[in-house]
């Protein structure tokens, strides 16, 4: 007799914004992921600000899950916060997917906001993201420049952040003006509209793209890191976080 296995959830993490237009951005991708997979069960956590928050979100939740982060790259919330809300959900079974970025789709993503905002062909960009102390997180920011910049035709694509990293948007629009060029257009490499977001398009000496928000190759991204989750080890999932805090609090002096 066979039996089929109930495909593990999909539990989007967004990061959260105190800006009342996040929330609602947030949701609307998560949406669209659910209409192109209809029949996966897919959630949606906070790690701050906005609802549902993410322990809420596990807490309902039973069986396998696999956590998408709508995140851009491997940062401070993706090694830790992450992790350490998966300690406190020591009844799922549940996997970490990677980050948005950096990805094909992700660039797609990008270039087709621009063009929306009225990118002209041939004008250098900046690439706008959040920022982080973590060296690998930068790292990644920058191949998805590198991705973007070679969806343009090979024109520059710096990135510019909006906190803990440099150059910022404004210092990254002061090189590429050294370098000679006259047009220049930010992508926002955001979910939603917030803080960072804000401060990035108020740096803007042009055009200036929206940020991604329920694109649809962002929404295929959510997928394709889901099922790629589905088919790597299962080495971190709440259980084995739950049960290695506990050794090392056994041992701890």
């Keep these: 007799m066979s ?28 949406r669209r992921v659910r209409a192109l997979r209809p029949g996966l069960r897919v959630e949606l956590g906070h790690l701050e600000n906005d609802r549902p928050p993410l322990p809420d979100t596990l807490a309902r939740l039973h069986g396998r899950a696999v956590l998408v982060p709508l995140l851009f790259s491997r940062g401070y919330h993706v090694k830790h916060d992450i992790p350490a809300v998966l300690a406190d959900a020591p009844h799922l079974d549940a996997v970490t997917a990677a980050t948005l970025g950096p990805h094909p789709l992700l660039a797609e993503a990008l270039h087709n906001r621009l063009v929306e905002a009225g990118y002209r062909r041939g004008a250098a960009v900046v690439l706008a993201a959040a920022g982080s102390h973590d060296p690998e997180s930068s790292a990644g920011t920058e191949y998805t420049a590198q991705m973007l910049s070679a969806r343009l035709g090979g024109v520059p694509v710096l990135p510019g952040y909006a906190s803990a ?17 006259r047009e220049i257009a930010v992508a926002s490499c955001f979910v939603a509209p917030g803080l960072f977001a804000t401060r990035c398009a108020e740096a803007a000496p042009g055009v200036v793209a929206a940020p991604l928000g329920s694109h649809p190759a962002l929404a295929r991204l959510l997928l394709h890191r889901y099922d790629r989750a589905i088919g790597a080890p299962r080495v971190a999932d709440g259980r084995a976080l739950a049960a290695r805090r506990r050794a090392t609090l056994a041992v701890a002096p």
């Design 3 to 30: 039996s089929t296995r109930t495909p593990s959830t999909l539990v989007a993490v967004a990061h959260g914004s105190p800006d009342p237009r996040a929330e609602g951005v947030v949701h609307a991708l998560v």
């Design 165 to 181: 990293a440099r150059p910022t948007v404004p210092e990254a629009v002061d090189r590429l003006r050294a370098a000679g060029h």
